[in-house]
């Protein structure tokens, strides 16, 4: 496998006067692990139909696997759509087996297929259940297999996570582990931030149709303002004592038994930088604890906490398509 | 194709295990069965009734029996002649079917006697035991009138054969009277120049085939009524398995998952032969149950059998035959997309149920445009209706057997296609509207807009 699976050039979807995705470049690069994310109705479930052809654009340019969504290149993605659907009176082992032939496989190996994934995730006892006779959560698994029965080479996942229980969230990731371990490259959309924390190689921000980052999770986490907390003992001037060392350090809260002092940490400083010249500049230190950055605060700090807050909506909530 | 088949075999196979289908499929062989058997019973099982004709002699009484003897030797005679029509010959000889009125001598000679009798309080004595009266005939003083007293109004066929057999004993009587016989009507009918059918044909035709009229000469038109009227039941039939299955796949959000597996064209022709399938399945197994009550029935009336072969020879002749399949392809794939695209657009069966009504009236401008070219073929107005393409797959075969121009065939067959492609182009449109961007029905005035406008600019 050569190149990038997916290359989104200034794709632009409008939906009558509303305007989904604007200007939208992608560039997915081979056996990578991407997360797509963003609050519902950032435009991710929709960039991710186009990337599959299943809407088209009404601008830009979409390649997959190096040319426009076909069925041969389709072959070789496997996509599990934000609004999931099963046939319910087909039963599991059937339903996985049927969306593998479907992609190709021929009969025996797509039961045997089928055989093997319910095996190895816990779903052996159900092998002859009805779609309709399963909960939620385990339909949802059974459509996940389903997307990665037929061994793509792509995995393309639309809020992958939402509807699981942690259990199964956590039998999710092992599972992207896996297919990344493979040989897959895979993307997937969320707008749970952890996930894409503990799973990626890198990520792409999205709000309101825009593109509002696109890297690594170290590059992302270096955009941050960062800083740190020491707690010294009532009555000491840290501010005073650190200012001489090159840091800017406030006093952010009585503790009680002492004062917190915020310090913010110049670019390519960390934060063992600032208990160091702490401790040389002779306070009497009763805590410390560097920020813990996190994507969401990323995302925050780019497009503020209005648009952040859409994060915690349930998936779907904002990001329907209008005909 | 793969695709095909595996879309095809999936939807099949989910009809097919349903509980419904299985009780479709019962249902019909099941309401035959139970007809014909209840229907077999009604008769045999009615009852043979007495009656009695009260009279100063016996001439209304002789009278009434000679009508019914004549009505029985005229009903066994038409059955001989249709079967010696159907080559059984002499084969066709039977007893005479069971009288069901029989007349007994009056019990009283007045109303108020024969009331109990009437009333079931009390029996008479006859041929078949003791019974009450069904019916009393009563002439009155004068003369002029023979009044019929029963307790049940309902069963009329005693009074009608009384009424002819006065009828038939006035003209008897005034025959008589003016000195000419009895079968002086008869015999001057006899004497009238006959009409009889004959088929005019080529001469070399005519040579081989002569010119009288037999079942092959109207079996073809038979056939393609039959072929008419099948593409209608299967188009009526398909209905419900496009609308509801389409509702299905919409509701359960799978179109994102197929159409990321199949073409949509794929998806589209996959379904449509899925139900297809179905109802040809249905039709076949009534067809087998059908075909194998008339075998048994043919053992049972001797020359039944010989009855099927014009009608084979109708169906296999190319003439019938090509278009008749041209045009059962093409009206099915039309029908079905415009009910399959329609369907894509309901999120419920309430919703689904809001259309059936202007489909069922689509479907029954056809209904009526068979009805008229099988009662006239030649007619104008299906010369016009055959042009529509809405029409043309179930008129163009209806018209086969009389012979239309070539020309208009061929021009009605390719304006069926023209009109076939543009339903698919626009059936898939709509569809993909519908099953992939969630448009509703309210959403379908506004989509065809656009196509036309942006066709148009």
């Given at each position: 496998m050569a190149g990038s699976p997916l290359v989104l050039t200034q794709v632009t979807k409008r939906f009558g006067a509303f305007t989904a995705v604007t200007g939208l470049s992608l560039d997915v690069p081979e056996g990578k692990i991407i997360g797509f994310l963003g609050p519902n109705g950032a435009g991710k479930s929709t960039s991710l139909r186009m990337s599959l052809g299943v809407i088209p654009p009404d601008e830009g340019e979409v390649?997959?696997?190096?040319?426009?969504?076909?069925?041969?290149?389709?072959?070789?993605?496997?996509?599990?759509?934000?609004?999931?659907?099963?046939?319910?009176?087909?039963?599991?082992?059937?339903?996985?087996?049927?969306?593998?032939?479907?992609?190709?496989?021929?009969?025996?190996?797509?039961?045997?297929?089928?055989?093997?994934?319910?095996?190895?995730?816990?779903?052996?006892?159900?092998?002859?259940?009805?779609?309709?006779?399963?909960?939620?959560?385990?339909?949802?698994?059974?459509?996940?297999?389903?997307?990665?029965a037929h061994r793509p080479d792509f995995l393309i996942l639309d809020e992958p996570f939402s509807g699981l229980d942690p259990v199964n969230q956590q039998v999710l990731e092992d599972l992207i582990r896996a297919e990344h371990a493979r040989g897959a490259t895979i993307l997937f959309s969320t707008h749970v931030m952890e996930h894409a924390e503990r799973l990626c190689d890198r990520i792409v921000m999205m709000a309101r149709g825009r593109k509002v980052f696109d890297g690594t999770l170290p590059e992302a986490f270096a955009s941050l303002e960062k800083g740190a907390s020491i707690e010294v003992e009532t009555g000491f001037d840290l501010g005073t004592a650190l200012a001489a060392k090159g840091f800017a350090a406030q006093r952010a809260a009585d503790r009680g038994h002492g004062d917190a002092w915020?310090?913010?940490?110049?670019?390519?400083?960390?934060?063992?930088?600032?208990?160091?010249?702490?401790?040389?500049?002779?306070?009497?230190?009763?805590?410390?604890?560097?920020?813990?950055?996190?994507?969401?605060?990323?995302?925050?700090?780019?497009?503020?906490?209005a648009e952040a807050a859409a994060l915690d909506a349930p998936a779907g909530a904002q990001e329907g398509v209008p005909a | 194709m793969r695709n095909i088949y595996l879309i095809f075999r999936r939807d099949y196979l989910g009809y097919v295990k349903a509980w419904g289908f299985w009780l479709s499929l019962a249902a019909v062989p099941a309401l035959m069965l139970i007809g014909s058997t209840f229907a077999l019973f009604a008769i045999q099982s009615?009852?043979?009734?007495?009656?009695?004709?009260?009279?100063?002699?016996?001439?209304?009484?002789?009278a009434i029996d000679a009508q019914f003897a004549v009505d029985e030797i005229a009903e066994k005679a038409q059955e001989m002649a249709e079967q010696i029509q159907m080559g059984a010959g002499d084969k066709a000889a039977g007893a005479l079917r069971e009288r069901k009125f029989v007349a007994v001598p009056p019990p009283a000679r007045d109303l108020d006697g024969l009331r109990p009798y009437l009333l079931g309080e009390a029996t008479v004595s006859g041929p078949l035991g003791p019974k009450p009266l069904f019916a009393a005939f009563i002439l009155s003083e004068d003369g002029?009138?023979?009044?019929?007293?029963?307790?049940?109004?309902?069963?009329?066929?005693?009074?009608?054969?009384?009424?002819?057999?006065?009828?038939?004993?006035?003209?008897?009587?005034?025959?008589a009277a003016a000195g000419l016989s009895a079968d002086f009507i008869e015999t001057a009918d006899d004497a009238a120049v006959k009409v009889p059918e004959r088929r005019i044909r080529s001469v070399a035709d005519q040579e081989q085939a002569g010119n009288e009229v037999t079942l092959a000469d109207r079996a073809p038109v038979f056939v393609a009524g039959a072929m008419a009227y099948f593409l209608w039941l299967m188009v009526f039939s398909i209905i419900q398995y496009l609308l509801m299955g389409t509702i299905e796949e919409r509701s359960n959000k799978i179109f994102d998952t197929l159409l990321t597996s199949v073409r949509m064209?794929?998806?589209?022709?996959?379904?449509?032969?899925?139900?297809?399938?179905?109802?040809?399945?249905?039709?076949?197994?009534?067809?087998?149950?059908?075909?194998?009550?008339?075998?048994?029935?043919s053992t049972l009336v001797p020359g039944a059998g010989d009855m099927i072969t014009p009608f084979m020879t109708a169906a296999a002749s190319p003439q019938i035959m090509i278009p008749g399949l041209v045009s059962f392809v093409m009206g099915y794939i039309m029908y079905g997309l415009i009910f399959m695209a329609l369907g894509s657009l309901c999120?419920?069966?309430?919703?689904?149920?809001?259309?059936?009504?202007?489909?069922?009236?689509?479907?029954?401008?056809?209904?009526?445009?068979?009805?008229?070219?099988?009662?006239?073929?030649?007619?104008?107005?299906?010369?016009?209706?055959?042009?529509?393409?809405?029409f043309t797959p179930f008129l163009l075969i209806l018209r086969m057997p009389h012979d239309p121009p070539l020309w208009e065939v061929i021009v009605q067959m390719g304006l069926m296609l023209a009109t076939m492609l543009a339903v698919l182009w626009f059936s898939i449109k709509v569809y993909r509207a519908g099953a992939v961007n969630g448009a509703g029905i309210g959403d379908l005035g506004r989509m065809l807009k656009g196509m036309l406008g942006r066709r148009a600019g």
């Open positions: 390649r997959l696997f190096g040319e426009r969504p076909n069925i041969l290149s389709l072959r070789r993605v496997g996509f599990l759509p934000e609004e999931r659907g099963l046939y319910k009176k087909m039963t599991a082992r059937e339903t996985i087996a049927y969306f593998a032939r479907l992609k190709g496989m021929s009969a025996g190996e797509a039961k045997a297929r089928a055989n093997e994934l319910m095996d190895a995730t816990g779903l052996e006892a159900f092998k002859a259940s009805r779609i309709s006779k399963l909960s939620k959560g385990m339909a949802q698994k059974v459509q996940i297999l389903a997307t990665l915020r310090i913010a940490l110049p670019k390519g400083v960390g934060p063992q930088d600032a208990l160091r010249a702490a401790i040389e500049a002779g306070a009497p230190i009763t805590g410390f604890a560097p920020d813990e950055a996190r994507l969401r605060d990323v995302f925050v700090s780019l497009v503020g906490e | 009615s009852p043979v009734r007495y009656y009695t004709v009260v009279e100063p002699g016996h001439v209304y009484a002789d002029t009138t023979l009044e019929y007293w029963s307790d049940d109004v309902n069963i009329n066929t005693l009074r009608y054969e009384a009424r002819d057999a006065m009828r038939q004993l006035a003209r008897t009587e005034a025959l064209p794929e998806l589209i022709a996959g379904k449509l032969l899925a139900v297809f399938a179905v109802t040809s399945t249905m039709m076949a197994v009534w067809g087998l149950f059908a075909l194998s009550g008339s075998a048994f029935l999120d419920t069966i309430q919703e689904a149920q809001t259309l059936l009504s202007p489909m069922m009236i689509l479907l029954m401008l056809p209904m009526f445009a068979i009805f008229i070219a099988f009662q006239d073929p030649g007619s104008p107005v299906v010369d016009i209706a055959t042009w529509v393409p809405l």
